[in-house]
């Protein structure tokens, strides 16, 4: 007899009290796979849908870190194998110190301990790299390649181990620079079921976007490090957050960014890139934006259609009722997107049109917007001096 939603997410709150929410992690529930009685649901679905609210999301922040006296690095007790048995992990752990990688650079120490004293609940950190090029130190969470343990599993302890340690002491232990920046991170195997996880629905944005855990993957020899999904996302996220709190022309103040909210289209969790608001207007935005330099066609841009619970996406805001909503691109001049409209303005303008979907062109520099097709009037402002006379009027 499997559990229902409400039942796996009366243990999710449970373990997520300020008390117990340092080892949220390492709970059983964590750990099931299968769906829930009542809804069909995975239960590792259910968990990570709930954890992407914005307000229970907050509560993992609560993490404490553990104040560690003695040194972080120090010598590690040879570990006895068993040439006839398969490696544990730590084993796999100690043969890769010294080894780099692509992505996570140097491993330079591996079995870190947490702990200030032996009452301290905490694990040790698998592996711990440093990429000399990047300034980027990482915290690994290393899975064999048989591991049947859940990605959120695996996430949540990165993330977990993260918050615990000491990153000023951490840095200063290993010598490192101090504006080292530290990311936590997962390493598995390729074909994995941590791998095959990570692109089964939402678990790219839970892992990279709402954890903030890095994703790296390993050959099936575990040479080398052959996939990293950690980059575009965190590249994509400092762009976003740039914007934030400016305001643009046609489109107004942008007032958030990577909003995870459910496609009523899909009924999945989907990404909003920006949220602007224009308040003489009363208009709210839904941006897809496309950063500088994007090669994506417009017509890719397009295809995302995503319909959202507008009084909902209102009041979670507080925005007056009365908002109206609109979906748009927000691309750069130049860029692939705006070339393409361009090049073919009657076709996109019919089709953008009917999709009631608008575009919105940034200048070089990205400090306003100066082109804008309103698919609400049919009409295309290659001067958006016209539509400031028209607003002022």
Known sequence: MGYTADEILEKVEEHLEPENVAQFYAQDFVNYRGTTSDTGQKYTDVIASHLFLPHISKM?????????????????????????????EEHIARSMKGKTY??????????????????????????????????????????????????????????????????????????????TELFAAVLVYHDSQQYKDFYDGDWRDFTCLILKVDFFVLDKDGMSVVEAAQRVARIEEQAA??????????????????????????????????LSYDEASKCLYILKYNKRNDKTPLIDCLIDEIRVNDKKLLNDYNLPADT?????????????????????????????????????????????????FLSWDGVFLDSLSKHNEQQNK
Not at 115 to 131: E, F, P, R, T, V
Not at 144 to 155: H, V
């Open 60 to 88: 993992l922040e609560q993490i404490q870190t553990i104040d560690r006296k003695s040194p972080y690095h120090g010598n590690r007790p040879m570990i006895e194998s068993d040439p006839d048995a398969l490696p544990t």
């Open 102 to 179: 692509d992505y996570i650079g140097k491993i330079i120490d591996y079995q870190t301990p947490l702990k200030d004293k032996q009452s301290d609940k905490a694990g040790k950190i698998d592996l711990l790299s440093y990429n000399e090029e990047t300034k980027c130190a990482y915290i690994l969470e290393l899975k064999r390649a048989d591991s049947k343990e859940t990605l959120l599993r695996c996430a949540l302890e990165a993330y977990t181990y993260r918050r615990m340690v000491n990153e000023k002491k951490l840095l200063n232990d290993f010598d490192l620079p101090a504006d």
């Open 241 to 274: 957050l740039g914007m934030m709190g400016k305001t643009y022309t046609c489109i107004g103040k942008i007032i958030d960014y990577h909003v995870l909210i459910q496609n009523e289209l899909t009924n999945k969790l989907r990404k909003i890139d920006l």
């Open 324 to 372: 109206e909503l609109f979906t748009g691109v927000l691309v750069y001049h130049g860029s692939q997107a705006h070339q393409d409209f361009c090049n073919n303005k009657t076709y996109y303008m019919d089709l953008m049109g009917k999709m009631k979907k608008d575009l919105l062109v940034l200048d070089k520099d990205g400090t306003d917007v100066v082109e804008a």
